[in-house]
């Protein structure tokens, strides 16, 4: 088979421009050691030097929408630039690197629907439950944390660590699995948000406050525009509205913050892109290449790991050639391992179990799912975890206070 190339994929940096990378200079900024290039655009040394740092990670906001729809506001104002997610840039993979440090290659999590060979199926990675339904990690007695094995931002620094979490994620198995020693707060709106960090920043009172203020390191995450992105579009007006919301609620605090020498650095896990209906793959309509495949679509609709029945590689190849090959682009995951799309090092030990034998990444904003029997449809307008520069690029943004 002839594999078809997509022009001009944006792809992910590991070496000095991406949010791995930012991690880095994080860790190291906080007295950790880290193997991995810091960020060129924000080293440790800018970062060391305040007392309090904060990284504030909104779900969905990527660069270039942030530039269109807010070129004048706080954070367009406060922009050192864009740096790259990591491939798939989605959520199940993203944020894992922002709580450990690692890029997908080592942690091992490629997308909402993660096979697991150690447990015998498909799963919800961040809800932890089966995709079929069914019981939590711990309800069905696996440890998290022995499970994912990953070690947490929060115990690789020397500082103090505080994870800021919407209360109805924030014990979930998957956050306590990776907030290691963090104290953690919750919130359910954004200004209730913005208040426990300050309190956190404000801990105790000003006569009983040391001289020399304890050093620490604050992750804020926000998931309200992903989630209106994925029900409205990204480009509606509800999400514009929202930005701006964020805006204000950032510029209150960033008033009350005041005198806490703090550095805030905002940035995302992911852009998003809006699809139509029009763009929809779905396996239901393609039974001969469903009939291929030896498990679900694995990964994300942008970006779909493919297990394949040992008998069926050809017609699954030709199959994506002849009848989508102009709607999908096909790779040999083993490919994109080779080179670096999912970072760089030694792989975690389950690593190939999790990406299939092909990636099929739909064209301009197309999407491919596939429905379980009893699962609920659940359309999306945004969407992402492909390789467009709306999804792959996140702003970087540096306010202090």
């Known amino acids: 088979m002839s594999i078809q190339t997509r022009p ?3 792809r992910p940096d590991y070496e000095g421009g991406g949010i791995l990378n930012l991690m880095s200079s994080l860790i190291q900024a906080r007295g950790g050691h880290t193997d991995t290039p810091t960020l060129d655009l924000l080293p440790p040394e800018d970062l060391a030097p305040a007392t309090n740092i904060i990284l504030l990670v909104i779900d969905g906001l990527g ?5 269109r729809h807010a070129p004048q506001g706080t954070l367009s104002r406060a922009s050192r630039g864009s740096i790259t997610s990591v491939f798939p840039p989605t959520t199940a993979a993203a944020i894992t690197t922002y709580l450990t440090g690692e890029a997908p290659l080592q942690h091992g999590l490629t997308g909402w629907f993660t096979y697991l060979r150690e447990l015998g199926c498909v799963m919800t990675v961040l809800p932890g439950t089966p995709r079929y339904g069914g019981v939590s990690y711990r309800g069905a007695g696996i440890d998290p944390v022995a499970l994912f094995g990953h070690t947490s931002v929060f115990d690789r620094i020397q500082t103090l660590g505080t994870l800021v979490s919407p209360r109805y994620i924030a014990h979930s198995d998957f956050n306590l699995a990776h907030a290691g020693r963090a104290e953690i707060l919750t919130f359910e709106t954004l200004t209730e948000m913005f208040r426990q960090t300050l309190r956190a920043l404000r801990p105790r009172p000003l006569w009983v406050r040391p001289r020399q203020p304890e050093l620490r390191y604050l992750y804020l995450y926000w998931p309200r525009l992903d989630a209106i992105g994925h029900e409205q579009g990204i480009e509606s007006r509800a999400a514009v509205t929202h930005l701006a919301e964020i805006e204000e609620s950032l510029g ?3 008033t009350a913050a005041k005198g806490t020498d703090t550095l805030m650095v905002v940035t995302a896990d992911h852009g998003q892109v809006d699809t139509r209906a029009a763009e929809l793959i779905d396996l239901a309509d393609h039974p001969e290449l469903a009939d291929s495949l030896l498990l679900p679509l694995c990964g994300e609709p942008r970006a ?3 297990y394949l029945r040992a008998d069926r590689t050809g017609v699954f190849e030709d ?10 682009d096909l790779f040999p995951s083993r490919q994109l391992v080779e080179e670096g799309w999912f970072g760089m090092g030694t792989p975690h030990p389950r690593f190939m179990d999790r990406i299939g034998d092909y990636c099929l990444v739909p064209r301009g904003s197309g999407v491919i799912r596939e429905r379980l029997p009893g699962e609920r449809p659940h359309p999306q307008i945004g969407v992402h975890g492909g390789w467009s520069k709306a999804e792959m690029m996140v702003p970087l943004c540096v306010l202090r206070v």
């Not at 660069?63 to 530039?67: G, K, Q």
């Open 8 to 10: 001009e994929p944006c």
């Open 319 to 328: 199959y994506c050639s002849q009848v989508l090959g102009d709607r999908v």
């Open 304 to 306: 779909a790991f493919c």
């Open 63 to 67: 660069a270039d929408w942030l530039r």
């Open 252 to 254: 209150d605090f960033l």
